[in-house]
Structures are given as C-alpha cells and as structure tokens.
C-alpha cells in the first residue's frame, strides 16, 4: 500500500489545516486509516483514525478541534484540523493498517505558531 500525504505548513494558533491521505488501494479493504504525529524528542503518536466501517477515534488532546473523514470515492482520508495550538507541532504521518501489516506515508510538517 502506498500512501501520499499532504496539506502541511505552518499557521498561526487559532488556526486550521486540512491534511489529506490518498491510499493506492480501495478503503474498505483497509482496516484503519490513521492520523498519527511526532514532536521532536516525543515518541509516536496516534491522533485520529477512522475504521473500515466509518467509525472514528481521537486522542483526548484533539476531541473538539479535530475531524478525520473520508472520501471512498478517492481512497482518501482528511484529518481536519481547528483551533490549533502550538502544542499541535509535529510531524504528521498517515497510516494504514490492514490487519496483516501496517504501511505509513511520508510525514508532513505542521508548525503551530504562538
């Protein structure tokens, strides 16, 4: 599975991003797709993720301010992302994860400035 994100950058706190995900294969045969984030000198970890079947989850840190949704149609998954904190920096990572395996995309920066 390839994976190609996208939608990074660098925003005011206060502000939105949207960052998108397009997998090379259909979504519903991907058990997950997830939004994960890496702050320098943090480990990993999981910010949002949305199963097969449209459930969704979230980290505490981002319930009310983020949304991760999908587009069947363009094997694509979205991770909206508001009221942005400078805490929110990080590298993002798209993932998938297909029961058997696990496949990540190539990482896209947001910078959350105070």
């Known amino acids: 599975v390839q994976l190609q994100a996208s939608g990074g950058g660098l925003v005011q706190a206060g502000g939105s991003l949207r960052l998108s995900c397009t997998a090379s294969?259909?979504?519903?045969?991907?058990?997950?797709m997830g939004w994960y984030r890496q702050a320098p000198g943090k480990q990993r970890e999981l910010v949002a993720r949305?199963?097969?079947?449209?459930?969704?989850n979230y980290a505490d840190s981002v319930k009310g301010r983020f949304t991760i949704s999908r587009d069947t149609a363009k094997n694509t998954v979205f991770l909206q992302m508001n009221s942005l904190k400078p805490e929110d920096t990080a590298v993002y990572y798209c993932?998938?994860?297909?029961?058997?395996?696990?496949?990540w995309g190539q990482g896209t920066q947001v910078t959350v400035s105070s």
């Open positions: 993932n998938a994860d297909l029961g058997w395996g696990a496949y």
């Open positions: 294969r259909r979504l519903s045969s991907i058990n997950n």
């Open positions: 949305i199963t097969s079947i449209g459930i969704t």
